[in-house]
């Protein structure tokens, strides 16, 4: 039973569409995070959502929204995509917030490669 | 400014050698140290949390140390199977998020 899920694991697009990626918990956690790695492996928080609102927004193009319609769901949806969008997303959740926590549940990552 | 720095990039051991990952730290008012494993095409996956200077935590083949200025994850007489990439993070007082180091890619040779 998987704790962190997300879909789709691989994502391959043509510059200028948009596309989106959706996120599921089922750990009971009230929040959820989206992060990047890039090719040298680094992570980067892009947003955090706790209980449904949003609590840590790092500066991402408006290109990227996220959504959270519960607090077990948090998708990102990304407009008109360009190449330097390909990279690996995660999307991690935790009991409280993650500078305190640290203790973060990740998924298996989307890779996005964009044409 | 909050700052990870691991080193080496890159270990590559024979099994049953034994070594250390070192990370770095500087931040303002640590509230905890975290190490993750990550295997490739998989998420991280987490290790351990120290919070203060003189801590350790140990499990299996890994114990992680803690002191001002740095941590080290130890590996004693490593499998095949604890090659990975390990991550550190470190929570601090100046922001809610966690600030990670970019990882020590650990190879153990048959």
């Known amino acids: 039973d998987t704790a962190v899920s997300q879909t789709p694991k691989y994502l391959v697009t043509q510059m200028g569409n948009d596309k989106s990626i959706k996120c599921e918990q089922n750990?009971?956690?009230?929040?959820m995070y989206w992060y990047k790695q890039d090719s040298k492996k680094f992570l980067k928080i892009m947003f955090s959502?706790?209980?449904?609102?949003?609590?840590i927004n790092e500066t991402v193009p408006n290109r990227f929204s996220p959504k959270s319609p519960d607090k077990a769901h948090l998708n990102l949806h990304i407009n008109s995509l360009e190449l330097g969008d390909s990279a690996v997303y995660f999307c991690?959740?935790?009991?409280?917030?993650?500078?305190?926590?640290?203790?973060?549940?990740f998924g298996e990552g989307s890779r996005l490669t964009v044409l | 400014e909050d700052q990870v720095t691991q080193s080496p990039e890159a270990l590559r051991l024979q099994e049953g050698e034994s070594s250390s990952l070192n990370c770095s730290y500087t931040?303002?008012?640590?509230?905890?140290l975290f190490w993750y494993r990550q295997d490739p095409g998989k998420g991280p996956e987490f290790l351990f949390t120290?919070?203060?200077?003189?801590e350790e935590k140990e499990k299996e083949r890994l114990k992680a140390t803690l002191t001002k200025k740095e941590s080290f994850l130890h590996i004693t007489a490593p499998k095949p199977e604890d090659s990975a990439t390990y991550l550190c993070?470190?929570?601090?007082?100046?922001?809610?998020?966690?600030?990670w180091g970019a990882g020590t890619k650990l190879i153990i040779k048959p």
């Open positions: 750990l009971g956690h009230d929040t």
């Open positions: 931040v303002s008012g640590l509230r905890g």
């Open positions: 120290l919070y203060s200077a003189g």
């Open positions: 959502y706790n209980n449904k609102e949003l609590i």
């Open positions: 991690a959740s935790s009991q409280g917030g993650q500078g305190i926590a640290g203790e973060l549940f």
């Open positions: 993070a470190v929570g601090g007082d100046s922001n809610y998020q966690l600030i």
